[in-house]
């Protein structure tokens, strides 16, 4: 099983800012499937971006992905007070894994 | 418009078998490449996912759960009927259905139900 694990556990930024987050594997992904996801309270997670660094339909360019192999990261570029969610990464590659998730808060 | 929808009961005793059924509109579980998965969120605590079904009756289940697990479909009532033997306290959680892509995104969950909590307790 690929093990995903996520950093910081917690974000704390002010609207405008810039929110890096990090999901970490076991072991590799293969093919770059890693997808991000925002779950906002009371609701069921929202698909952000696949394939490491594809945007979903609909989604806002202001969140981006990057990365390979074992290490990948999760961009908002510039925050807005509506981004207050838990992010989490998930992998396809091997069944489907989910990190335990990020939670961003916004001053 | 994809939609999904999860139904069953909201609280079971230990030990029962938990019955949910995922009911779904929008596309059809005989296109190619298309699944239904299940995922479950123990409250304040992280994703995980359970079992999915493909289109053409492969089914993937978690390892760690594979014994408990049994995961169906029923193409013409458009429904996906996941059990789980042996319910615990700790199976407490919320429990979606989502739509795996077959194109595009493929692989991700692209959409999802709105949810079900069920309450294992005595």
């Known amino acids: 099983e690929i093990v995903l694990t996520q950093s910081p556990g917690t974000l704390s930024l002010s609207p405008g800012e810039r929110a890096t987050l990090s999901c970490r594997a076991s072991?590799?992904?293969?093919?770059?499937?890693l997808a991000w996801y925002q779950q906002k309270p009371g609701q069921a997670p929202r698909l952000l971006i696949y394939?490491?660094?594809l945007r979903a339909t609909g989604i806002p360019d202001r969140f981006s992905g990057s990365g390979s192999g074992t290490d990948f990261t999760f961009t908002i570029s510039r925050l807005e007070p509506e981004d207050t969610a838990v992010y989490y990464c998930?992998?396809?590659?091997?069944?489907?894994?989910f990190g335990q998730g990020t939670k961003v808060e916004i001053k | 418009q994809i939609t999904l929808k999860e139904s069953g009961p909201t609280l079971v005793k230990p030990t029962q078998t938990l019955t949910l059924t995922c009911t779904f509109s929008?596309?059809?579980?005989?296109?190619?490449?298309?699944?239904v998965g299940w995922i479950r969120q123990p409250p304040g605590e992280a994703l995980e996912w359970l079992a999915l079904?493909?289109?053409?009756?492969?089914?993937r289940y978690s390892p760690s759960l594979r014994s408990r697990l049994t995961i169906t479909k029923d193409t013409s009532k458009n429904q996906v009927v996941l059990t789980m033997t042996n319910m615990d306290p700790v199976d407490t959680a919320t429990y979606y259905c989502?739509?795996?892509?077959?194109?595009?995104?493929?692989?991700?969950?692209?959409?999802w139900g709105q949810g079900t909590l069920v309450t294992v307790s005595s």
């Open positions: 079904i493909y289109w053409d009756d492969d089914k």
């Open positions: 998930q992998q396809y590659g091997y069944l489907w894994t």
């Open positions: 929008g596309f059809s579980l005989t296109t190619s490449g298309v699944g």
């Open positions: 394939a490491a660094s």
């Open positions: 989502a739509h795996r892509s077959g194109y595009g995104a493929s692989g991700t969950f692209d959409y």
């Open positions: 072991q590799s992904v293969s093919g770059r499937s």
